[in-house]
T-cell receptor, first 110, second 113 residues
């Protein structure tokens, strides 16, 4: 079993829809949680970064962490074609090492 | 303009050849990392360095080598011992703060001729 599980999709939604992405993990020591966005043939860019359980909102993006269920989510409201990308979840314990999900490919149709 | 640069963008390797991928950062970050990304898989850690003149193997170090002679630079050599080198290689860096996270460069795509 992988340490971080993420549904690879692909996920296709119409413009304006809410995109819901999630990851589950098995390591209870994880305490830092990230979402990266990666456009085709580009490096990942940090989208959201949360520490501990709860919600964090940044514009159209909301990240949720539920440590009791070992489950994290990313919601994109009012999705735009420019949101079409692969979204990677990542997490780590107190040490250096990031563990990544496989990434979910999202297409927002105009 | 601070950031992480990787070069070249595309690299072609012949059988039995060693090739070196460049990674430079001007963010004054202490730690630097190399990852490999294959289709449908998450990023896998090759090597990392938390301080100049020191580096450690990641999960898939076989067939790769690195050096860290300067804080700004962390080149990765893909040796002929790496039998399946075709992949997208990503360099990342991170400040020394425990709560900070990693920032990525634009990547180098390595192809075998």
């Amino acid at each position: 079993q992988k340490e971080v599980e993420q549904d690879p999709g692909p996920l296709s939604v119409p413009e304006g829809a809410i995109v819901s992405l999630n990851c589950t993990y098995s390591n209870s020591a994880f305490q830092y949680f990230m979402w990266y966005r990666q456009y085709s043939r580009k490096g990942p860019e940090l989208l959201m970064y949360t520490y501990s359980s709860g919600n964090k909102e940044d514009g159209r993006f909301t990240a949720q962490v539920d440590k009791s269920s070992k489950y994290i989510s990313l919601f994109i409201r009012d999705s735009q074609p420019s949101d079409s990308a692969t979204y990677l979840c990542a997490m780590r314990a107190a040490d250096y090492k990031l563990s990544f999900g496989a990434g979910t490919t999202v297409t927002v149709r105009a | 303009d601070g950031g992480i640069t990787q070069s070249p963008k595309y690299l072609f390797r012949k059988e039995g050849q060693n090739v070196t991928l460049s990674c430079e950062q001007n963010l004054n970050h202490d730690a630097m990392y190399w990852y490999r990304q294959d289709p449908g898989q998450g990023l896998r850690l090759i090597y990392y360095s938390q301080i100049v003149n020191d580096f450690q193997k990641g999960d898939i170090a076989e067939g790769y080598s690195v050096s860290r002679e300067k804080k700004e630079s962390f080149p990765l050599t893909v040796t002929s011992a790496q039998k399946n080198p075709t992949a997208f290689y990503l360099c990342a860096s991170k400040s020394g703060s425990a709560k900070e996270t990693q920032y990525f460069g634009p990547g180098t795509r390595l192809l075998v001729l």
